[in-house]
């Protein structure tokens, strides 16, 4: 009896474990989903200012004629553009295609890695900021194109680079303090997020020892 009573405690115990740590899972992964959105959403921002104040530098200003001093500058001549009023969705539909994916966000894949040493952690942020910075950068490139004249095929050499048939921005890219922010409260979550993992798994690995 004593030997039964034992086990069931120990069980009754796992299985309290188990879930409190399913529960926390759940909450800190919906926590990053959120984060997730955010980062995107404040990307579209940001790619949508960027390729305005191109398209501003872009469009030379119309001076009127018999007077100087009067002159329609890029910004006022932006409107006149028959893309400029659609330009808002096209930029939020590029953002989305190439930001709003599962292998970029580790929350979303229900097998997480058992190794949480800190350089495994460095490792996992260093490659996911890379990686969206690298797709920031094709969606200013894309973003360029929708603008761009397409007689120029060989678009400036220091701003641009062809890769997959597409522009890529490859000058100086800082992100958005918004970004920035969202991915930071991600990277936080994501420590939570595999030490809980490891926590399970070390449950998982105490049951395979008792049934030895």
């Known amino acids: 009896m004593g030997v039964e009573c034992h086990t069931l405690n120990y069980s009754e115990e796992r299985a309290s474990r188990v879930s409190n740590l399913c529960q926390k899972m759940k909450s800190t992964r919906e926590k990053m989903e959120k984060e997730t959105r955010a980062f995107i959403e404040a990307a579209k921002s940001f790619s949508l200012e960027w390729v305005q104040r191109e398209m501003e530098i872009s469009v030379p200003p119309l001076k ?20 400029f009023e659609d330009l808002p969705s096209r930029i939020q539909g590029i953002v989305e295609a190439h930001l709003n994916r599962d292998d970029y966000w580790i929350h979303r894949n ?11 952690i460095e490792f996992k942020k260093e490659k996911i900021r890379k990686d969206l910075t690298s797709s920031i950068r ?9 603008f761009a004249d397409p007689k120029n095929e060989n678009p400036e050499g220091r701003v641009w680079v062809k890769e997959r048939g597409r522009r890529k921005y490859i000058c100086i ?4 303090d918004e970004m920035t922010v969202s991915l930071d409260h991600y990277f936080t979550m994501l420590e939570e997020l595999l030490i809980l993992g490891y926590e399970m798994k070390e449950i998982e690995n105490e ?5 030895r």
């Open 64 to 83: 009127s004629e018999g007077y100087s001093g009067n002159e329609e500058t890029g910004k006022d001549r932006l409107s006149e553009l028959p893309h």
């Open 173 to 176: 890219l800082r992100f958005s």
């Open 110 to 120: 229900e097998l997480l890695p058992a190794d949480v040493s800190c350089d495994y």
């Open 138 to 146: 094709m969606i200013l490139g894309c973003a360029a194109e929708i």
């Open 207 to 211: 049951v395979g020892e008792r049934g």
